[in-house]
């Protein structure tokens, strides 16, 4: 009996014995089996996660950032302890003891699930992280067998810490936030240091479904699952009982509740110039890095004198919008039934998608038009007891343009522009004299564009770049991407290396009709005036910007050595030797003009412009520097009285220096009393060249000081003429003068630096005959010669091309250009003549 209970038993016992080996052999076997080719964990210990690339100004300030997964990375040792805790309490409260895999964790949740409880997968945080890193998210066997394979794997390589690390940092906490320090910034506008209790518990909700717990759409359940987060915070002894409570009974506050700013907030708007860094950027070091390499990027940017170009470009652009007098609007509409409350026409207009980076202006709503004025809600500006209002004054300078394309008669009253739920812009007018509110006054963003820009002549480092009006009206940057015709702001290309190859500022071109037989076509260049002069010193050319002069000129030279200075300066990659060419008809970019024209200032010298000073990547180390010059003293402990630190350049020389000094000696002429006179005083010495092309498609002024060179284009994107009296004087070389007179109050400015090598003659500006030396008068004009070089006077060029002896000649003085005229405010101004320039397109007018 005993013997037969025994057998039973040892049968029972063998068949467990048997099962469980066969059980442990075959979960051996799965194992073993799906070990096999996993994926290298290790790799992990290199872990360099996709992070935030983010833009400085020269303070130090953050202007703006880009990235592909919106992360900032935080090593373990800078996480605080409340934050782990926080995530270790919501999801592996057992993280700092297991394997890598929650036994009971597991058996428990397989009971929850046969007793028709909630699915849950009872993942470790280590589990997680081969998941989101290694594995698929699919709900599988085999995956979760894998996951647990690598887990155990993980544990024995790195510590819990880099595990925990890795963790935090790559786990997806929504609106675009990946990691909790981004999150926190997200939701929180704080550092990870910065987190209470209640904000810790509210990021470690997320992981489970970030989208379910949004802190508006879904404010309840976000508080019960945070609260479900600081009990289990309370229970493992994180958080003492009062501070359990006092964190329970706390508001959600939020970014997204309106309640805390947001971080973007406190950024200035993206514009052209870190939109700039960024297309180069990605260009120089791939998208991925730039997106996702977490550089740190020093901007050249100038914010003060940014601003300051910004605005000097949308007073010129609206100027001469406003001069047309056509009214456009935004061509937005608010459905009128929008209208009936407050709080429903802002939310409809927060909603419209219109330009809200111009300074001064704001997007507003025309709530109700009367016999006389017209009622507007604006955005950002609080209702008073009597509305907002656009008086008839302020219309009676447009048009409207009817659906058949004409235009009405000019506007009377607000009704005759605007209707019920048009969105427009405005802005506050105010006194000059005390700043008060006068009434608001209606905007528009132009048609017509333009860019500039403004750099640093012996650094190259861009200080302002504007590329149109607006950026979020049109992000087209049309100083670096818009390749126009400089018209005559590229003769001073012709003239270097007319000087480089042995003529100087006395020697005397012919001014007179030229006719080129190109095909079937015959081509008539013109001065802007219609008019010829005859044999005139090359200085008054380029002052006056002589059309005839500077073809004749270019053949002389030949359009091969002025195609290769064109290249040498930047200008173009490979110039055409076209003799239109001379003057202007190959396309390029403001941003290759204004740097060519900087090494004229700098006595001759090659300059690259930048926007960026240094880049730095994720680690901290130096991936690119702009400034290769060597300071040979800084590492001296001081230095004499009144000596300043030698600095080193190898910068190569694209022009002798004498030749530069000729050259802005000539276009100092152009400001003083040329095609820019009377349209820039800044109060230092200025040099500069204006440029309008055919029927003033493009106009151009670009100019310098001793330390700073800046330049205006202006024109609409799909070339149209701009109208009669348009010009780079009229219209850009006033630009340039309201951001330089800014410029120099910052920067400085004096005399243009006289090189070594050369000796001053006086001479006839008008005849180029040589003067003696004490001569005075308005004709008198003291040029610079190189030494050795003897100047022959009286001797004329031509190109080669004939001039009659019966040509009708202008007298000395006469004035070549000027013409006055009655601009559309009343206004007496003096313009340049249009021209007729033949049956070619040949660039440059004047």
């Known amino acids: 009996m005993i013997r037969a209970i025994l057998s039973f038993f040892g049968g029972i016992f063998s068949l467990l014995t048997i099962g469980a080996v066969a059980v442990a052999l075959t979960i051996g076997a799965i194992f073993w089996i799906y070990g096999r080719d996993l994926p290298n964990h290790e790799q992990l210990a290199q872990y360099t996660p996709k992070t935030i690339s983010r833009i400085y100004s020269g303070e130090g300030r953050i202007i703006d950032e880009f990235a592909r997964e919106r992360r900032l990375f935080a090593p373990s040792e800078e996480i605080p302890d409340l934050v782990k805790q926080a995530f270790i ?57 894998k996951e ?51 904000e810790a518990a509210y990021l470690a909700a997320l992981p489970k479904a970030p989208s379910n717990y949004h802190p508006v759409r879904d404010t309840e359940a976000a508080i019960e699952r945070r609260n479900f987060v600081l009990r289990e915070m309370n229970e493992n002894g994180y958080l003492t009982d009062a501070e359990y409570e006092e964190a329970r009974n706390a508001p959600l506050d939020t970014v997204q509740g309106g309640q805390i700013p947001s971080f973007r907030s406190a950024l200035p708007p993206r514009d052209y110039f870190t939109d700039e860094i960024r297309r180069q950027l990605s260009r120089d070091f791939g998208e991925e890095e730039f997106f996702s390499g977490g550089l740190a990027i020093r901007a050249t940017i100038d914010r ?12 010129g652009l609206e100027t001469y919008d406003r001069g047309l007098g056509i009214w456009r609007g935004t061509g937005e509409r608010i459905d009128p039934a929008l209208l009936g409350s407050e709080e429903s026409w802002r939310e409809a207009l927060a909603g419209v998608e219109v330009a809200r980076d111009i300074a001064g202006w704001y997007p507003a709503v025309v709530l109700e038009v009367g016999s006389t004025h017209a009622r507007i809600g604006i955005e950002g500006v609080e209702e008073d ?42 802005r506050a007018m105010t006194r000059d004299d005390d700043g008060a509110f006068i009434r608001w006054t209606l905007r528009q963003v132009p048609e017509v564009q333009g860019g500039f820009m403004a750099m640093d002549v012996n650094s190259g480092r861009v200080i302002a770049m504007q590329g149109g009006f607006s950026y979020q009206h049109s992000v087209f940057n049309r100083a670096t991407q818009a390749t126009r015709q400089p018209g005559s702001s590229f003769k001073p290309f012709v003239y270097a290396a007319a000087l480089d190859s042995g003529y100087s500022p006395a020697t005397i071109v012919i001014d007179a009709p030229i006719e080129i037989y190109s095909g079937n076509e015959v081509w008539r260049p013109k001065n802007a005036s219609n008019k010829f002069y005859g044999p005139t010193p090359l200085r008054t050319g380029i002052e006056r910007s002589r059309n005839l002069m500077t073809v004749r000129l270019a053949q002389e030279v030949g359009m091969e050595t002025v195609a290769a200075y064109a290249e040498r300066f930047g200008v173009y990659d490979r110039m055409g030797t076209y003799l239109p060419n001379a ?9 290759k003009m204004v740097a060519a024209y900087a090494m004229f200032a700098n006595g001759g010298e090659r300059v690259e412009p930048t926007l960026v000073d240094r880049v730095q990547d994720r680690w901290g180390r130096a991936v690119y520097r702009h400034d290769q010059r060597k300071c040979e003293d800084c590492q001296l402990a001081s230095l004499e009285p009144g000596v300043g630190p030698r600095i080193v350049s190898n910068r190569e020389r694209v022009m002798n220096a004498v030749t530069a000094y000729q050259l802005t000696s000539m276009m100092q002429g152009v400001v003083e009393r040329g095609t820019a006179a009377g349209r820039v005083n800044v109060g230092v010495p200025v040099a500069g060249k204006t440029g309008t092309t055919n029927d003033a498609k493009d106009v151009w002024f670009v100019g310098f000081t001793s330390n700073i060179v800046a330049g205006c284009y202006i024109g609409y994107d799909q070339p149209k003429p701009l109208g009669r009296g348009a010009g780079g ?53 003291a040029e610079y010669f190189r030494d050795g070089f003897e100047p022959v006077f009286g001797v004329a060029y031509d190109g080669g091309f004939a001039m009659g002896s019966n040509l009708p000649l202008y007298s000395r003085g006469e004035d070549s250009q000027s013409q006055e005229i009655t601009t559309s405010t009343g206004e007496k101004k003096t313009i340049g003549g249009k021209a007729s320039f033949g049956t070619l397109s040949s660039g440059g007018l004047y």
């Open 385 to 426: 007891s009597d509305g907002h209002w656009i008086p008839p004054e302020d219309v009676t300078w447009a048009r409207k343009r009817r659906s058949d394309g004409t235009l009405g008669p000019k506007a009377k009253v607000a009704g005759d522009l605007l209707e019920v739920g048009e969105v427009v812009h405005v």
């Open 304 to 315: 003060e004198m940014q601003d300051e170009a910004a605005a000097a470009l949308r007073k």
């Open 148 to 198: 647990l394979i690598l887990a155990s794997r993980l544990e024995e390589t790195l510590s819990k810490d880099k595990i925990l690390e890795l963790y935090l940092n790559e786990i997806f906490l929504g609106q675009n936030s990946f990691g909790v320090a981004a999150a926190a910034q997200t939701y929180f506008n704080k550092s990870l240091e910065e987190l209470n209790a209640q």
């Open 729 to 781: 004087g009229s219209m850009c070389a006033p630009v340039f003068n309201d951001f330089m007179k800014e410029a120099v109050k910052k920067y400085g400015g004096g005399p243009f630096r006289v090189p070594p090598g050369g000796h001053f003659i006086k001479i006839d500006r008008y005849t180029g005959a040589r003067l003696p030396d004490d001569a005075v008068g308005e004709h008198v004009v």
């Open 583 to 591: 003057l202007g008809s190959e396309e390029t970019t403001l941003y």
């Open 89 to 145: 309490s919501a999801e592996d409260k057992n993280f700092y003891t297991h394997k890598g895999y929650d036994p009971l964790g597991m058996v428990k949740a397989g009971l929850d699930a046969l007793q028709g409880g909630r699915l849950r997968g009872a993942s470790t945080i280590t589990q997680q992280v081969m998941k989101n890193f290694l594995l698929s998210s699919d709900r599988s066997a085999e995956r979760k067998i």
